[in-house]
């Protein structure tokens, strides 16, 4: 069964920085363009970022653009997420999906907030 498993989140003042990641399993992970989304209290699903499989294409969205960088360790089957910078508007549930197949994982909850 193909799973993913998000972790990283939390409560950070704005201005600070996280580091989400995402355990993937039940495929093979180096075959895959994967990509994060998030989804704000009271706001709809929002593509954040996408990776291509071997980090030589990387997209953003414009209002994370310069402050978050997505990367992968294909040995590791894992999906990172860094952001730094961080505002109270990027306060929401953040999940990673594997491209195509439309897989998600359970989501990891960013709260940015003084």
């Known amino acids: 069964q193909v799973q993913l498993v998000e972790s990283g989140g939390g409560l950070v003042q704005p201005g600070g920085s996280l580091r989400l990641s995402c355990a993937a399993s039940?495929?093979?992970?180096?075959?895959?363009?994967m990509y994060w989304s998030r989804q704000a209290p009271g706001k709809g699903l929002e593509w954040v970022s996408q990776i291509n499989t071997d980090d030589s294409i990387t997209r953003y969205i414009d209002s994370v653009r310069g402050r978050f960088t997505v990367s992968r360790d294909n040995a590791k089957n894992t999906l990172y997420l860094q952001m730094n910078s961080l505002k109270s508007e990027d306060t929401a549930v953040y999940y990673c999906v594997q491209d195509r197949h439309e897989n998600w994982g359970q989501g990891t909850q960013v709260t940015v907030s003084s």
């Open positions: 039940g495929f093979t992970f180096s075959n895959y363009w």
